[in-house]
């Protein structure tokens, strides 16, 4: 026999013997949707735009110095914008009580975003524990879930608003919330109930439940990473709706009232000089405009990220 066993190379060895950091980990599909989010231009912009707003909204101060419920009735009376003073009081002009336009946008952002994140937080939160259990469950747990949403779902969101904002005499920020979350659960039940149904058949699930895993355990570490990501997308696109509905409840007059500052509140202000100073009511409306547009695109790109059909 020969002194030396000549050595073979085995297909797979380096991969076995390679350190772990070099061997691929296994991709999710949050990894994947993050990576593929990463080189979306809209994303990137509208995350942005939307970190701004954030920053604006709880930090106004830091962009304007001016009381935005000081007005000037004898120097300042709709004054048209000043474009080359910019980051000043007069650079969007003023209102029809002489309160700077520019400072009155950047606190009407506040109000606006934590309708938008409280009432989208609200609504998540009800309609997917509400569409789990009908989705996980079925039978006459589907049924009576299934018809107590119906029964919401019928009633339009801003006549329902309007009629519950009617009974309250002193409407602040949260009392929007509550009215809007209170008939806006309905599409977050529909979509999870339906997400929880398709990911309940599957094989995991099955195979979770012969191991002896609980209900409980199945809702939470099954059936619930699998069903959350349609639920996430029609979040983040609704999140610009409630913004939208706040203000028009606002300009209705049945939403926020003063001393609240809101956009919604602006906007039916300066509807009444629109002929003689339509700046009262453009920047205002710009920026709800824009805020809207973009939660919805964030929606849209994290739509396209999350379906695997879209890529």
Not at 87 to 113: E, M, N, V
Not at 166 to 176: D, E, L, P
Not at 192 to 219: E, S
Request: hydrophobic share 50%.
């Amino acid at each position: 026999m020969p002194d030396t066993i000549e050595k073979t190379s085995v297909p797979g060895a380096a991969a076995v013997n390679a350190p772990a950091d070099q061997v691929d980990k296994p991709r999710s599909l949050w990894s994947d949707a993050w990576g593929d989010l990463r080189r979306r231009p809209v994303f990137i912009l509208s995350a942005l735009l939307i970190l701004l707003l954030i920053v604006i909204s709880i930090a106004p101060g830091m962009f304007t110095s001016v009381d935005p419920r000081a007005g000037d009735l004898r120097n300042h009376y709709l004054t048209g914008p000043s474009w080359g003073h910019v980051f000043q009081p007069d650079w969007f002009g003023y209102d029809g009580q002489g309160r700077s336009i520019y400072a009155r946008t950047l606190y009407g952002a506040r109000a606006s975003i934590i309708v938008g994140i409280c009432v989208t937080a609200a609504v998540t939160i009800v309609g997917g524990i509400t569409g789990m259990i009908a989705g996980y469950f079925g039978g006459w747990v589907d049924t009576l879930l299934s018809r107590i949403t119906d029964i919401f779902f019928g009633i339009p969101l801003l006549l329902g608003s309007l009629v519950m904002l009617s009974a309250f005499t002193n409407r602040t920020v949260w009392t929007v919330v509550f009215a809007l979350a209170v008939l806006g659960w309905t599409q977050m039940t529909r979509v999870m109930r339906g997400a929880v149904i398709t990911a309940k058949a599957a094989d995991y699930v099955t195979a979770a439940r012969a191991l002896g895993a609980g209900t409980f355990r199945i809702m939470l570490r099954h059936i619930l990473p699998n069903a959350v990501a349609p639920v996430i997308v029609v979040a983040t696109i609704a999140l610009g709706g409630y913004i939208g509905a706040e203000a028009t409840l606002s300009y209705l007059g049945i939403g926020l009232q003063d001393p609240t500052i809101s956009w919604g509140i602006d906007i039916s202000s300066a509807q009444r000089v629109i002929r003689t100073a339509p700046h009262a009511l453009f920047f205002p409306a710009g920026m709800l405009s824009l805020t809207v547009l973009a939660f919805i695109m964030l929606g849209d790109a994290v739509r396209d990220a999350l379906d695997p059909k879209l890529r």
